[in-house]
């Protein structure tokens, strides 16, 4: 799994606007979609599950 820059921040926060997020939702969207890029690289081992529940373990 490949986890992409998010690109322009103006761009991408317009975006969420028109999609109905409100201002702050959408810088705090970009930051976490910036920091997921930068730390899950092609060599890491990922799974993304939006929706996942947790129901057993750890979470660290």
Partial sequence: MRFSNP???ETFINKL????LM???ANRQYD???YV???FTS???ATYAAGMKI???TVR
Avoid: H, I, S, V
Wanted: glycine content about 14%; charged content about 45%.
């Fill in 37 to 39: 890029a930068e730390k």
């Fill in 23 to 25: 201002l702050d939702e």
């Fill in 55 to 57: 129901t057993f373990g």
């Fill in 7 to 9: 690109g322009k921040k």
């Fill in 17 to 20: 606007l028109e999609r109905g």
């Fill in 32 to 34: 976490a979609e910036k």
């Fill in 43 to 45: 060599l890491m081992a």
